[in-house]
């Protein structure tokens, strides 16, 4: 699969977009989230789930296209 986010120096999870692609999916992912918030003002159960799914969807994205995959690391001994 392609590399759409670099890896973290430290810690675990994604680091920035390296891929146009990264780019957008972060961007809509931040669409989706503010219109929730507006559109469901009223509704905090519909903005929650809107929002939650939405998060759920984009950290599955992250994980399968981040360079070297989610796992923990150290610093400088991970550097390959």
């Known amino acids: 699969m392609a590399e759409?986010?670099?890896e973290k120096?430290?810690?675990m999870g994604s680091?920035?977009?390296i891929a146009w692609?990264?780019?957008?999916?972060?961007?809509?992912?931040l669409a989706i989230v503010l219109a929730?918030?507006?559109f469901f003002e009223r509704s905090p159960?519909?903005?929650g789930s809107t929002i939650f799914t939405a998060t759920a969807i984009f950290l599955v994205i992250c994980a399968k296209t981040t360079?070297?995959?989610w796992?923990?690391?150290?610093?400088?001994?991970n550097e390959r």
Do not use: T
Not at 21 to 29: L, T
């Open 67 to 69: 360079r070297g995959g």
């Open 36 to 38: 929730a918030a507006f």
């Open 9 to 11: 120096r430290y810690g």
């Open 71 to 77: 796992h923990w690391r150290w610093g400088k001994e």
């Open 21 to 29: 692609q990264g780019w957008v999916a972060s961007f809509i992912y």
């Open 4 to 6: 759409w986010f670099a």
């Open 15 to 17: 680091g920035l977009p």
């Open 45 to 47: 159960w519909a903005a």
